[in-house]
Structure formats: structure tokens, C-alpha cells
């Protein structure tokens, strides 16, 4: 079994920042990409930023210049600075990794629970 546990989310004003992370953890044979995505209410889910496991990165242009993704693969851990924050950013802020379980299996994609990211103005 593998799991994503996400933390790191919380309530900030706008023009603040914080940092989320998410460790996946279990039956871990690779990583391969990792990425975050986010839902608002009444919207669908979209990706803010995904990062292979060489280090190369894209994001969302809603996010350009003001998030980061990084990853620790040691740790099994990736990242998402947020700074800049605005009111905008407000959404439930999912992990997503593509992990291969073992040689004989093919990679597939889990997901985290989720954590809230809540900016006020």
C-alpha cells in the first residue's frame, strides 16, 4: 500500500505565504513525477505545478513567478512554496504521484487527501 499524507495548509492574509508538503510513504519500488493540483468550490480540479523526478518543473500561469515546486527524493517528499498569496489561491490543495509499487508493476497514479489553503483579503 502506498499513501500521500499532505500538511502544511492553513489560514493566511493575502500577500502572505506558506509552505505544503506531501511524503508518500508504503510500498515504494520509484517516483516518478509529482505534482499538486487544486479545487476551489464549484470549479474543477486543475494542476498548479508538477515537477519530474530529474527536477525539471512546469506551472499553472496563475501561479508563475510566485510558487515553487521542489522534492526531496530521499525523503519521498515534494513540495509547494506559495508565496504572493491571493485570494484567488483559495482551494483545497491535492498531492498527486506517480509511483511504480515494484519492478513487475506498472507506475500509477495516488493521490493525497487533501488540505486546505484558505486566503483572506
Known amino acids: 500500500q502506498v499513501q500521500l499524507v499532505e500538511s502544511g495548509g492553513g489560514l493566511v492574509q493575502a500577500g502572505g505565504s506558506l509552505r505544503l508538503s506531501c511524503a508518500a510513504s508504503?510500498?515504494?519500488?520509484?517516483?516518478?513525477?509529482m505534482a499538486w493540483y487544486r479545487q476551489a468550490p464549484g470549479k474543477q480540479r486543475e494542476l498548479v505545478a508538477a515537477?519530474?523526478?530529474?527536477?525539471?518543473?512546469n506551472y499553472a500561469d496563475s501561479v508563475e513567478g510566485r510558487f515553487t515546486i521542489s522534492r526531496d527524493n530521499a525523503k519521498n517528499t515534494v513540495y509547494l512554496q506559495m508565496n504572493s498569496l491571493k485570494p484567488e489561491d483559495t482551494a483545497v490543495y491535492y498531492c498527486?504521484?506517480?509511483?511504480?509499487?515494484?519492478?513487475?508493476?506498472?507506475?500509477?497514479?495516488?493521490w493525497g487527501q487533501g488540505t486546505q489553503v484558505t486566503v483572506s483579503s
Open positions: 498527486n504521484a506517480e509511483i511504480r509499487t515494484s519492478y513487475y508493476y506498472p507506475t500509477r497514479g495516488y
Open positions: 508504503g510500498s515504494i519500488f520509484r517516483i516518478d513525477a
Open positions: 515537477i519530474t523526478s530529474g527536477g525539471s518543473t
